[in-house]
């Protein structure tokens, strides 16, 4: 008993120093930025020039970023940002002193800093011989060492004087060139910028191109080697290796016909790439990507696949092919050699016709030989083996034996085939705008899809084609308790979870049956949205979707254009808009920097008859304008020679491309990436 009461004493006792430490935390008043820094706004003006200067007084123990911080830092400068005005012209530079550099080991950067007082200016050429008034806002970040404060922005009006702009000094420009000289200037500078931001953007869009061709090799090569351990082509490795080592009259021969068979299956899938797009072109092939009929057809098919690989039949191409290939595999020489390898093409269809009709209209969307380095990739990884085990004859018996493992992995590409079919299914629906498979149904799909595998893994049931299982192996084990996580892993996502693992596959959280979850906190709730003409995009951010209305906007308020070229069925931006935009700092400049106008290229709705036209997007190359989507498709294209999506450009007020080029989900799928893009345009916007 005694013990029990000292337990209570001791409850009792802790308890009061909580409160105590909790309401001394709580009685603290909370910290303002402009509590920490003071300033004021003045102006002292010569003649037709007007310095802005802002008298900063920063707090002991207390700094601000600097106003000049290179491109790549994650800072928040210090600026004075003034509204645009055809009655002056404002200077590029902003004036500050000398900056405190230190490095931060935590933010793993150089950091430039202001302490106690400065002052920062920026100066105008007055344009006009009335009085007017200068509205702009001063903005900071003040940290100390412990922590930061969130950003400040104070806005403020500074009266100027009208000056005689007719008959300005020389003085007055500190020059001994005339007005006109200085126009004559003045102008020759535009035009060298205008060709620098041109020049630019080549160097962008030339370093996102190489970026995406390798990017398509390396998938391709790892689609390959995903092929190779299919129950179509992995028992053939040994058949064939061991085909041309017996059948040829020596070592030498055996070697180079085995290579000769790699590199006529090369060429078959490079013909199938260079054929495919010769006759429909990039343009159709990236449309069918969209296309609800071809989803849904897709769709079908993958089912298909799927009950085939679970056991209930098997699908092969028609006998008289086959037989016709493997009758001129006969005729010896390289046409024989090279019929085999077409025979393994068409006996392998089952398991490669997906991955190959996949990869075409992947590589396709970057225009340009990416169909021709997508099947070579492919065929390459799927060749490779051929020609090593053929020059190493050894290997082959580190190879594991044919057996009931196949057939586990052919059900279990079968569970995948099933799982992926729904995606088209939902690229289908998301493109008519249905609402038949919204995310929950879709995640719930997955969840039934996933589980039933986990249990097929544990050995609970058999399919068809299994024989009898004395024990469970390791591997397979192993395998079943990653899957059974997997599905514990998605449960969340009925509820709201964003389930960034496979972002991407599922409908956007915005096409569910609770788009901000349930119980769950969304970015949405810190946007007031209020524009006109503005819809609740990604994140719960207002977009525009029509592209005249979002630049007219952007010009109203003096902010850039944010064009975002998407697509309801495109997986790539579902990533890019779940994964990165959403990220702090990112999400930031998307809600309060710039105005976002989001262009869906599959929007089914159609024109006005009045509204139909032909668009030539490149030499013999013309698009059939009849919907949105294929107006935004035929724009995209025209302007800026890509049909791939996300795209993303961010445009002056004027509606013209800003120098920092394009960004898209392969290069900027990251928020480091994306962030210096958007900070770029940003800094290019306040020059123009």
């Given at each position: 008993?005694?013990?029990?009461?000292?337990?209570?004493?001791?409850?009792?006792?802790?308890?009061?120093?909580?409160?105590?430490?909790?309401?001394?935390?709580?009685?603290?008043?909370?910290?303002?930025?402009?509590?920490?820094?003071?300033?004021?706004?003045?102006?002292?003006?010569?003649?037709?020039?007007?310095?802005?200067?802002?008298?900063?007084?920063?707090?002991?123990?207390?700094?601000?970023?600097?106003?000049?911080?290179?491109?790549?830092?994650?800072?928040?400068?210090?600026?004075?940002?003034?509204?645009?005005?055809?009655?002056?012209?404002?200077?590029?530079?902003?004036?500050?002193?000398?900056?405190?550099?230190?490095?931060?080991?935590?933010?793993?950067?150089?950091?430039?800093?202001?302490?106690?007082?400065?002052?920062?200016?920026?100066?105008?050429?007055?344009?006009?011989?009335?009085?007017?008034?200068?509205?702009?806002?001063?903005?900071?970040?003040?940290?100390?060492?412990?922590?930061?404060?969130?950003?400040?922005?104070?806005?403020?009006?500074?009266?100027?004087?009208?000056?005689?702009?007719?008959?300005?000094?020389?003085?007055?420009?500190?020059?001994?060139?005339?007005?006109?000289?200085?126009?004559?200037?003045?102008?020759?500078?535009?035009?060298?910028?205008?060709?620098?931001?041109?020049?630019?953007?080549?160097?962008?869009?030339?370093?996102?191109?190489?970026?995406?061709?390798?990017?398509?090799?390396?998938?391709?090569?790892?689609?390959?080697?995903?092929?190779?351990?299919?129950?179509?082509?992995?028992?053939?490795?040994?058949?064939?290796?061991?085909?041309?080592?017996?059948?040829?009259?020596?070592?030498?021969?055996?070697?180079?016909?085995?290579?000769?068979?790699?590199?006529?299956?090369?060429?078959?899938?490079?013909?199938?790439?260079?054929?495919?797009?010769?006759?429909?072109?990039?343009?159709?092939?990236?449309?069918?990507?969209?296309?609800?009929?071809?989803?849904?057809?897709?769709?079908?098919?993958?089912?298909?696949?799927?009950?085939?690989?679970?056991?209930?039949?098997?699908?092969?191409?028609?006998?008289?092919?086959?037989?016709?290939?493997?009758?001129?595999?006969?005729?010896?020489?390289?046409?024989?050699?090279?019929?085999?390898?077409?025979?393994?093409?068409?006996?392998?269809?089952?398991?490669?016709?997906?991955?190959?009709?996949?990869?075409?209209?992947?590589?396709?969307?970057?225009?340009?030989?990416?169909?021709?380095?997508?099947?070579?990739?492919?065929?390459?990884?799927?060749?490779?083996?051929?020609?090593l085990f053929a020059a190493f004859p050894g290997w082959l018996n580190s190879l594991p034996?044919?057996?009931?493992?196949?057939?586990?992995?052919?059900?279990?590409?079968?569970?995948?085939?099933?799982?992926?079919?729904?995606?088209?299914?939902?690229?289908?629906?998301?493109?008519?705008?249905?609402?038949?498979?919204?995310?929950?149904?879709?995640?719930?799909?997955?969840?039934?899809?996933?589980?039933?595998?986990?249990?097929?893994?544990?050995?609970?049931?058999?399919?068809?084609?299994?024989?009898?299982?004395?024990?469970?192996?390791?591997?397979?084990?192993?395998?079943?308790?990653?899957?059974?996580?997997?599905?514990?892993?998605?449960?969340?996502?009925?509820?709201?979870?964003?389930?960034?693992?496979?972002?991407?596959?599922?409908?956007?959280?915005?096409?569910?049956?609770?788009?901000?979850?349930?119980?769950?906190?969304?970015?949405?709730?810190?946007?007031?949205?209020?524009?006109?003409?503005?819809?609740?995009?990604?994140?719960?951010?207002?977009?525009?979707?029509?592209?005249?209305?979002?630049?007219?906007?952007?010009?109203?308020?003096?902010?850039?254009?944010?064009?975002?070229?998407?697509?309801?069925?495109?997986?790539?931006?579902?990533?890019?808009?779940?994964?990165?935009?959403?990220?702090?700092?990112?999400?930031?400049?998307?809600?309060?920097?710039?105005?976002?106008?989001?262009?869906?290229?599959?929007?089914?709705?159609?024109?006005?008859?009045?509204?139909?036209?032909?668009?030539?997007?490149?030499?013999?190359?013309?698009?059939?304008?009849?919907?949105?989507?294929?107006?935004?498709?035929?724009?995209?294209?025209?302007?800026?020679?890509?049909?791939?999506?996300?795209?993303?450009?961010?445009?002056?007020?004027?509606?013209?491309?800003?120098?920092?080029?394009?960004?898209?989900?392969?290069?900027?799928?990251?928020?480091?990436?994306?962030?210096?893009?958007?900070?770029?345009?940003?800094?290019?916007?306040?020059?123009?």
């Amino acid at each position: 008993m005694l013990s029990l009461n000292l337990k209570n004493i001791k409850f009792l006792f802790l308890s009061c120093i909580a409160l105590i430490i909790s309401g001394k935390l709580f009685s603290q008043d909370i910290e303002f930025p402009e509590d920490k820094v003071t300033y004021s706004i003045n102006v002292v003006q010569k003649g037709c020039i007007v310095s802005i200067i802002a008298d900063i007084d920063i707090e002991e123990g207390w700094h601000i970023n600097g106003a000049n911080l290179p491109l790549e830092s994650f800072s928040i400068p210090t600026n004075l940002f003034l509204d645009t005005s055809s009655m002056f012209i404002i200077e590029d530079s902003i004036y500050e002193p000398e900056v405190k550099r230190i490095y931060d080991n935590i933010a793993k950067e150089d950091l430039y800093l202001h302490e106690g007082k400065i002052k920062i200016s920026r100066k105008v050429i007055v344009n006009s011989e009335k009085d007017f008034v200068i509205k702009g806002v001063f903005t900071f970040q003040t940290c100390d060492d412990s922590h930061c404060l969130p950003p400040y922005d104070g806005p403020f009006e500074v009266k100027v004087k009208g000056c005689d702009i007719q008959n300005l000094s020389d003085k007055t420009f500190n020059s001994t060139k005339t007005l006109e000289e200085k126009k004559k200037t003045i102008t020759n500078e535009i035009v060298k910028k205008k060709l620098a931001v041109e020049n630019d953007i080549e160097i962008e869009e030339s370093k996102t191109n190489s970026k995406s061709i390798f990017f398509i090799f390396i998938i391709s090569f790892l689609s390959g080697f995903a092929a190779l351990i299919t129950p179509c082509v992995f028992p053939m490795i040994p058949l064939t290796v061991s085909f041309f080592t017996k059948q040829s009259k020596d070592k030498v021969s055996g070697f180079r016909n085995a290579i000769l068979y790699a590199l006529c299956i090369i060429i078959i899938y490079v013909l199938l790439g260079t054929i495919v797009t010769g006759l429909f072109g990039a343009s159709f092939l990236n449309s069918l990507s969209t296309n609800i009929y071809f989803n849904l057809f897709f769709f079908l098919l993958l089912i298909l696949f799927a009950v085939s690989f679970l056991g209930a039949f098997e699908i092969n191409l028609p006998n008289t092919w086959i037989n016709k290939a493997d009758s001129a595999s006969r005729k010896g020489g390289f046409i024989g050699i090279f019929f085999m390898a077409f025979t393994l093409a068409l006996v392998s269809f089952s398991c490669t016709g997906p991955i190959v009709g996949t990869l075409l209209v992947e590589s396709a969307t970057i225009g340009g030989i990416g169909p021709f380095v997508g099947m070579f990739g492919f065929s390459l990884a799927l060749a490779l083996p051929f020609g090593l085990f053929a020059a190493f004859p050894g290997w082959l018996n580190s190879l594991p034996k044919s057996g009931g493992w196949l057939n586990t992995v052919k059900v279990f590409l079968g569970f995948l085939e099933l799982a992926l079919a729904f995606k088209f299914l939902s690229n289908a629906d998301l493109v008519m705008q249905g609402h038949f498979l919204e995310r929950e149904l879709f995640i719930a799909i997955w969840i039934g899809i996933f589980f039933v595998l986990a249990l097929y893994l544990f050995g609970f049931f058999k399919l068809p084609n299994d024989g009898d299982i004395k024990f469970i192996s390791v591997s397979r084990t192993l395998l079943a308790t990653a899957v059974l996580i997997f599905v514990m892993y998605l449960i969340p996502g009925l509820w709201g979870a964003p389930l960034k693992l496979i972002s991407g596959f599922p409908p956007p959280m915005s096409y569910s049956e609770s788009p901000i979850g349930i119980g769950t906190y969304s970015n949405t709730d810190q946007i007031n949205n209020t524009t006109e003409n503005t819809h609740s995009g990604p994140q719960g951010l207002p977009v525009f979707h029509d592209l005249e209305e979002g630049l007219a906007y952007a010009k109203s308020v003096n902010k850039p254009s944010f064009l975002d070229f998407t697509g309801h069925a495109c997986i790539n931006c579902r990533k890019m808009e779940e994964k990165v935009w959403g990220e702090e700092g990112v999400f930031n400049i998307l809600r309060d920097s710039v105005v976002i106008i989001s262009l869906y290229v599959d929007d089914k709705r159609p024109l006005p008859d009045d509204q139909h036209f032909e668009e030539e997007i490149a030499p013999g190359k013309v698009i059939n304008v009849t919907t949105i989507g294929d107006k935004w498709s035929a724009y995209q294209a025209k302007k800026y020679k890509s049909l791939s999506q996300p795209y993303y450009r961010m445009l002056d007020k004027n509606g013209d491309d800003l120098s920092n080029g394009s960004a898209d989900y392969l290069n900027h799928g990251n928020k480091q990436d994306f962030l210096k893009w958007l900070r770029t345009g940003l800094e290019q916007f306040k020059r123009t």
